[in-house]
């Protein structure tokens, strides 16, 4: 209110200065429209006091009976106005008056005042009307009666008016300037409640719910103008920063002021297994883990994930804690024990023969089991509860990670409603109709909604996303500004492509040694060129098409048999489901086939690696190979790709990638296959190693260049500074509204 007032001072002030300046000019304008009215009063109340005096004076006069004259002219005067009375002769003397006739007035009046029109005479004493009125007999002339009205009275009267009229305008002024309060209240709450709503997105983008009528002009202008700015300053920020793991500590420090950070996943970072050698460290086969470690090193905090490896508990203190990485600590894991009944629930059932092949078109169905979907809700629980037992504020930065948490942001955000949750879903998000099939389509998409920002690699998968809301959920969705008002909150839906750490590892053999390495290893010739598949034995991947590309190969340009060997790394993956063993069968028969048909005793076309490699010996197969093949038949980024362009700092191989991973958004310069077009694959493959150096070379300095800048700092810092946006915004809208629930 106080504020309201204040602002409306501004317009206030000058309006009772404008006033009172009125009342000002106005007085002596109303002073000489009140004299003209009393002298008018007084002319008629003079004809009045003629007439009625007239023919006693008249007769009174013919007789001589002057003291008759005079006692009648006394008690005439006697009236309260009337303050003498003279009577003027035929010519012109004053041959009668009352006792108090001024000496100051003679006959010569007669002169001034017009018959029915007297005049003022101001005298020391006060002013005095003056009128003159003729006596006649018999149609005769015989004298003037002068008739003297006191007018003090209209002085008095005058002075009265100037006060009624101050008090009048003051009483003016105060009604105006409570009304004008009131409506600059009224209206300031009225725009605030709009602006407000515009700054969360809301009202301004529901059909059913137009923004109010005053702010409707001004609504497409705000609106553009709070892009634009946000647009220029994420450029500006995008462009002007060197994305590394300092600039990201900066922002962090900067931005959120040295907030915690809380990261999720399902697959945790360093497992511990027990094996004959002892207690030992794996890094898991992982595009996630391999992505967001290197931001956790840079943020520290906490990251809290299924602690499965057998040697897990006993590496970890009472609470699962365990700080990591183990040769030089940066942050701590928090692993949370899973039951096996959980773990089946959770993680196989719901996540991986539901949601996984729901999100990837590749042919195969999902299966959803009410038993699943009670044990994901209930693992999502627990690892709610774990973020909070982790946050040592109100208002931490959490990151959740993939389709294992889908129930997780809107659990978070019940519990810690500051927090800033910033959700990355790593796979593809297909359309509303394919998403529909899921039972608990509706809880996913609440779920997903208690994110400050939902993050996917590319603008299509932000697009089904909002589409499948738009056909589920009654919420408000704003295209133009890629957000979701579901109750009451917003949640930023924008896409962030993932990408790797950069310099992604220093030390390394050259690649001459690699390559010589590397091929001994296999058992094959110097000469021989190398094509190379890395990935996690899974359907998506289309490994079963690259090999038959490899296959189709031999058959179409038979002068690349013996000269080249395709190598297959292939991380056994969620092995205890059917569908996956099913897989690993087929690729193992696909391989055995091609190299049964094409190979001897000597050669073998495809070398089929079903084991775990850590992270050094994938990088020196990336380093020793001529081709990376990336098929993968539906992908969210896939990282394989660019972890290969990272690997080949002598700017030489080259990248065959499948148009349907996310990677082929950025990734021009790769060699861009259909996987299911089997021929097309074969013929860039051929393309591929018969592709003369300079080429390559161009090729790959400008994917090198794409993916240093685009690097996996970059990603995460875009997100966080999107979030700290938000919440300012939040912050403002807050204030707002603060100020205007005080007001
Ligand atoms: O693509 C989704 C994803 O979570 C990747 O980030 C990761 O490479 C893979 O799945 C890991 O799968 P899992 O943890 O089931 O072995």
């Not at 008739?147 to 305008?169: A, C, G, N, P």
């Not at 003051?170 to 409570?178: E, F, I, M, R």
């Not at 959980?342 to 996540?351: H, M, N, R």
């Not at 040592?392 to 949750?421: K, S, W």
Request: net charge neutral; aromatic share 8%; with cysteine.
């Amino acid at each position: 209110m106080f504020r309201t007032f204040r602002l409306s001072l501004r317009f206030l002030l000058p309006l009772l200065a404008a006033l009172f300046a009125l009342a000002y000019v106005s007085m002596p304008l109303i002073d000489a429209l009140t004299l003209r009215w009393f002298v008018r009063d007084l002319d008629i109340r003079s004809a009045f006091v003629a007439r009625t005096l007239d023919e006693q004076i008249a007769e009174l006069s013919a007789s001589k009976s002057y003291a008759r004259i005079d006692a009648l002219l006394e008690r005439a005067a006697a009236d309260e106005r009337l303050f003498a009375l003279g009577l003027c002769d035929a010519d012109h003397r004053l041959v009668r008056k009352t006792h108090n006739f001024p000496a100051a007035v003679d006959c010569g009046v007669r002169e001034r005042a017009r018959p029915g029109e007297g005049f003022v005479l101001e005298l020391p004493r006060g002013p005095l009307h003056v009128s003159v009125a003729d006596v006649q007999r018999d149609g005769e002339h015989v004298a003037s009666l002068v008739m003297l009205h006191d007018m003090s009275f209209v002085q008095r009267r005058s002075e009265d008016t100037r006060k009624y009229i101050l008090w009048l305008f003051t009483v003016l002024g105060l009604a105006v300037a409570l009304i004008t309060v009131a409506v600059a209240h009224l209206s300031w709450r009225g725009w605030v409640a709009g602006v407000r709503a515009m700054l969360r997105g809301e009202g301004v983008i529901r059909p059913f719910a137009q923004p109010r009528p005053e702010l409707q002009p001004l609504v497409g202008d705000l609106r553009a103008l709070l892009r634009d700015m946000q647009n220029e300053r994420r450029e500006h920020d995008a462009t002007t920063l060197r994305w590394n793991p300092e600039a990201l500590r900066r922002l962090l420090k900067d931005q959120f002021s040295g907030d915690e950070v809380i990261l999720v996943s399902n697959r945790e970072p360093y497992i511990h297994v027990r094996s004959a050698q002892g207690i030992q460290v794996q890094r898991p086969a992982s595009g996630l883990v391999t992505a967001v470690e290197p931001v956790m090193r840079a943020c520290s905090g906490t990251w809290i994930a299924h602690g499965g490896g057998s040697a897990d508990r006993e590496t970890a203190d009472a609470a699962g804690r365990v700080r990591v990485p183990p040769a030089d600590p940066a942050y701590t894991l928090r692993r949370i024990w899973l039951s096996k009944a959980e773990e089946k629930g959770y993680y196989y059932g719901f996540a991986n023969e539901g949601l996984w092949p729901l999100c990837h078109i590749a042919h195969v169905r999902p299966v959803f089991r009410s038993e699943d979907w009670e044990q994901y809700r209930a693992v999502n629980e627990r690892f709610a509860e774990a973020v909070v037992e982790e946050a040592h504020t109100d208002d931490p930065v959490v990151l959740i990670q993939d389709y294992h948490f889908a129930l997780l942001p809107r659990m978070v955000r019940e519990r810690l409603p500051r927090a800033t949750i910033i959700t990355f879903w790593h796979i593809p998000w297909p359309n509303p109709e394919s998403f529909g099939i899921c039972p608990w389509r509706g809880e996913i998409l609440d779920g997903l909604l208690g994110s400050t920002i939902l993050g996917f690699h590319t603008r299509f998968h932000c697009n089904n996303f909002l589409q499948t809301v738009d056909r589920f959920l009654e919420a408000r969705i704003e295209y133009e500004s890629s957000t979701v008002s579901f109750g009451g909150h917003l949640t930023q839906v924008e896409s962030y492509p993932i990408s790797i750490a950069w310099p992604a590892a220093e030390n390394d053999e050259p690649v001459a040694a690699a390559r010589a390495r590397i091929r001994r290893a296999l058992g094959i010739d110097d000469e021989q060129l190398l094509g190379l598949g890395v990935d996690r034995l899974d359907y998506t991947k289309g490994i079963v098409e690259r090999m038959r590309a490899v296959e189709r190969l031999f058959e179409l340009h038979p002068e690349w048999l013996r000269r080249f060997t395709f190598v297959q790394i292939a991380a056994p993956s969620r092995s205890s489901l059917d569908e996956y063993q099913r897989f690993e069968a087929q690729v193992r028969a696909t391989a055995a086939q091609i190299n049964a048909r094409f190979g001897d005793s000597a050669w073998q076309p495809i070398r089929l690696l079903v084991e775990h490699h850590d992270a050094d010996s994938v990088r020196a197969h990336y380093r020793a190979c001529d081709v990376c093949l990336v098929t993968s038949l539906h992908d969210g980024m896939n990282l394989v790709a660019k972890e290969f362009i990272a690997a080949r700092d002598d700017e030489r191989g080259t990248l065959i990638l499948s148009q349907f991973a996310g990677a082929s958004r950025e990734l021009h310069e790769a060699l861009i296959v259909n996987p299911y077009h089997i021929e097309q694959v074969a013929e860039a493959l051929h393309r591929a190693l018969a592709m003369p150096a300079s080429e390559q070379r161009e090729r790959m300095a400008s994917l090198r260049q794409l993916v240093r800048e685009f690097n996996v700092y970059r990603w995460a810092g875009r997100m966080l500074l999107d979030a700290a946006r938000l919440r300012r915004r939040e912050r403002i809208a807050a204030r707002i509204g603060e100020h205007s629930e005080a007001a």
